[in-house]
């Protein structure tokens, strides 16, 4: 199918555009950037030069994903979200000249499949967002973000787990398992972690 990119967005020619990607109102995609099949941007959204988007990812209105963030299939970034891409960042050097492209190195955020980011959440270089997870509206992620988790806060903690569904895991009543209520998916907590197990029919 063929893509659909506004009058009005930016979208350089080095950039690589998937089939039946939709680029919308005063969207700007650099140099390099990488974007999958059938993925959505938003108005005014921000896509850095080099970053590499997978299949199906929607970035809301207004989101900013600078370089050289990684996202997986299925991604979603709400509106206003922020991918940072500088862990100390300063204007100017010590001897007060203006910092140019080669006075830092950027690093980059990694969001896994399936993850969700909440409407103006920030996501603090480099982390990694595991798949599924989701973090909160207004979240702050300054740590790595295991698969599955529910993320809430300034800094971000885990308070629950959530399913490919996206919707908050229950607990079964056996010790460390996790049912998802819309798809019956069983899941096993481990050390902190979750593993997929089978559908509860």
Known sequence: MATRIVDSADVSPEASIGDDTSIWHL????????????????????????????????????????????????VFVGPAAVLTNDTFPRAINPDGS?????????????????????????????????AWATVAAGAVVTRDVPAHALVVGVPARRVGWVGRAGTPLQRTG?????????????????????????TDD
Do not use: F, M
């Open 98 to 130: 203006l910092k140019s492209a080669d006075d830092w190195e950027s690093v980059g955020v990694t969001i896994e499949q399936g993850a969700s980011i909440g409407a103006r959440a920030v996501c603090v270089a480099p982390v990694t967002v595991g």
């Open 174 to 198: 056996d010790p460390g398992q996790w049912r998802c209520p819309v798809t019956g998916t069983i899941y096993t907590e481990h050390n902190g972690t979750l593993t997929e197990g089978t």
């Open 27 to 74: 969207a700007q995609v650099r140099e390099g950037a990488v974007l999958g099949r059938g993925c959505v941007i938003g108005r005014g959204a921000y896509i850095g030069t080099g970053v590499q988007l997978g299949d199906h990812c929607k970035i809301q209105n207004y989101a900013l994903v600078y370089e050289p963030a990684r996202l997986g299939d299925g």
